[in-house]
């Protein structure tokens, strides 16, 4: 029989809400979820307040201290079991908090977030430990020594490779600044771009990787891909973890060119196509849960990733939802 759970997902407008852990939870092989869902858009206005079993509107004009109280009192009304988001404001905040529901002693350090948010200090921080990242054009005079002929401009705070602009050599405009406080340049890097979803346990030590090469996307949200087993993905994502300590639901991106990885980003949070890497997989939720809520054993590495369906492909669809009015 499941075992009977209270869930809130906050902002969940968002596609790693509706995309994917609704439906992981939905199709949850131990939990029978009773599902509660927030958000500031109004009921209706996405998919996600229409699939979940209540909806609360959150009001915009909230301060962060009267948002904080109103996911405490949503927890009380609803005996919320746990809250699950892949919103990072959200992740920090509710560490913050020190939520019981929100699991806040195995959310990624403060530190991690800030680190990874700003690209130009996470490649900085990730060159030193010998990972190969895109190389960043600092001034003119690295620009003229460059043998590349095509750059991307990018925002320093972005997630999800959005606000990237790619440009040639000679499009190159006047009085061109490539680094600034809010935007850096690096040398493009053409090749295959892979998202590798990550599961670790409460000490940070990976339980399944699980690399999927983008075959179509928008906006930075990957609706077609391949689930690849990539040994030189994984190798570095093992030397990424053992560096950097995220338990729980993480994602970390590349680039391949010439069989070799460059590092583009690593979001301390759940992708909003992880659902991929799940239907290929092992639940990650189901995992998620019992190891983070009820102390179970997740188990080990070799036995997870050696149960992969590999070389599956994943296409995303969409599914109208309507509110009669």
Known sequence: MKKKLNVLISNVSYQAATGSFLKMLR????YDCYVVGCDFLPEGFSSGSMLVDKFYQLSNQLSECEYSDYIFEICENEH????????????????????????????AEES?????????????????????????????????NSTENKFIRRKRVSCCSRGIKIFDRVDLPTNYKFFTEEYITQEFVSGKIYTV???????GNPKIMVPRESLASKDGTTFKCII???ENILNICKKF?????????????????????YFIELNPRA???????????????????????????????????????????????????????
């Open 80 to 107: 919320i079991d746990i809250i699950l988001s892949a919103e990072e404001k959200d992740l920090i905040m509710f560490k913050k908090m020190q939520l019981e529901q929100s699991l806040h002693t195995y959310i």
């Open 241 to 261: 973890y053992s560096q950097y300590k995220i338990p729980g639901i993480s994602n970390i991106q590349f680039i391949v060119k010439d069989n070799q990885p």
């Open 197 to 203: 979803d990550v599961l670790c346990d409460k000490l």
């Open 27 to 30: 199709n949850s092989q131990y």
């Open 228 to 230: 690849k087993r990539e």
């Open 112 to 144: 991690i977030f800030n680190l990874f948010k700003d690209k130009h200090l996470a490649n900085l921080d990730v060159t030193e430990k010998s990972i190969l990242t895109p190389t960043t054009i600092i001034s003119k005079t690295d620009f003229d």
């Open 271 to 325: 992708a909003a196509t992880i659902i991929a890497s799940s239907l290929a997989s092992v639940n990650f939720l189901d995992l998620y849960i019992s190891h983070f809520l009820f102390g179970e054993k997740i188990p080990d590495y070799d036995t997870l990733i050696n149960n992969v369906k590999w070389n599956s492909v994943v296409s995303r669809y969409y599914q109208e939802t309507i509110m009669y009015r």
